[in-house]
Every structure is written in C-alpha cells, then in structure tokens.
C-alpha cells in the first residue's frame, strides 16, 4: 500500500483565495482524520470521519473551514476565504480503530 | 485544561543519557495509548503503542498508569538519531476513535 496520500505538498495563495486540500487514505481504513500544525499550537484535530461520517467537526476553526469525505477513498478540506493566519501544515491521517497513519502533509502558505 | 499534556522541552541530552518523557490525560474513558516520533519537516509517525503491562521495544520502554491518568517514555543509551519530538496519543474509541496528540517533547542528543 502507498500509505495516506496527500496533495499538494506545497500550496501558496493569496488571501481570500479558495484553498482545496486532498487526502486519499490507506485502502480497509475505516477512520479519517484531518490535523493542522504550527509552532504555536502544535496538533491539532480539526475533524474527524468514521466510515466516511463526520463524528467530531469541534476543531474546525470557523466557517470557513469544511471538510467533505464523499467515499471512503477520498476526502477534502476547503477554506474559504483564505486567511494568512491559515498558514500551516495540514495533515490528514487514517486508521483501523487502532494507530494512525499520516500523510506526508500539505505545506501551506497564504500570503 | 488540555485533554493531553506533555512538558514540551527541550530536553538536551548527552549521547548515551537515559531520558524520560511523562503525559498526562484528562478523559479516564481513554482507552488505547500510542507514542509517535516526528522529525523535522516530517509527518509523526508511530514508535509504539502503550500497553496496560508495560512494553518495550529495545532501548524504549513505554509505561500506562490508568489510576493517575499518566504515560511515560524512557530512552536508554540515547542516540544522536533520537534527536526527534515525541507525542504522546491518547484514542477515544467510546467517541468514535478520536485521536488527541499532545504538543509533543522536544528531545536533542548531542555528541
């Protein structure tokens, strides 16, 4: 298996820009998990889905932020508009009920 | 009060040091318990779950302690390769299987 494939690994924007971020998870994996990193805050869980379900969107910062998972292969995190203090690396991760496995990350910067 | 915290560092350490790192949880419906390594620039990645009993994995020991709500990782004859940050992971299957991280432990070995 490939692992968690994220794209793009690198996205520079303009503020008020769309931003799609994408993930395909590791095939059999019933769980899916979207996280953000910075310096400051370290990881943290926007959302979550179960078997394709989103069970926990309490992270999610505002509404700019959605998250869709339309079959359990595929999945996506949206912002718009977006903002400089979005700047971070996103990643998604996926798992069996047991540990998770991470994408390499989509490194993103809004100017 | 964060649902998991860890004393983020840095811990510099002499090559051949033993080191510990400590985690503390606030859910006691946490159910599964995991140590990721993440380098620089990379995604986190697992180095081993944690286990009721106590468990090893060569020069890492990882301890459970359910009564205080406490996780803890020891390094023995600690290498330069170490140099890494380690996030302690609570799993909250009873809420779907969601995935806390701690801020992580920033850990430099030096020569």
């Known amino acids: 298996d490939a692992g968690v494939i994220q794209s793009p690994r690198h996205e520079v924007t303009e503020m008020g820009q769309e931003v799609t971020l994408r993930c395909k998870p590791i095939?059999?994996?019933?769980?899916l998990f979207w996280y953000r990193q910075t310096m400051m805050r370290g990881l943290e869980l926007l959302i979550y889905f179960n078997n394709n379900v989103p069970i926990d969107d309490s992270g999610m910062p505002e509404d700019r932020f959605s998250a869709k998972m339309p079959n359990a292969s595929f999945s996506t995190l949206k912002i718009q508009p977006s903002e400089p203090r979005d700047s971070a690396v996103y990643f998604c991760a996926s798992s069996s009920n047991t540990e998770a496995f991470f994408g390499q990350g989509t490194r993103l910067t809004v100017v | 009060r964060k649902e998991v915290e860890q004393d983020p560092g840095p811990f510099n350490v002499p090559e051949g040091a033993t080191v510990a790192f400590n985690c503390t949880y606030s859910n006691s419906a946490s159910q599964s318990f995991f140590w990721y390594r993440q380098d620089c620039r990379k995604e986190p990645k697992l180095l081993m779950s944690v286990y009721s009993s106590g468990n090893e994995d060569g020069r890492f020991t990882a301890q459970l302690n359910r009564a205080s709500q406490y996780i803890s990782l020891l390094i023995r004859d600690s290498k330069l390769s170490d140099s890494a940050t380690y996030l302690c992971v609570v799993n909250m299957r009873n809420q779907g299987g969601k995935l806390i991280f701690g801020q992580g432990t920033e850990l430099s070995v030096k020569p």
């Open positions: 095939s059999g994996h019933n769980s």
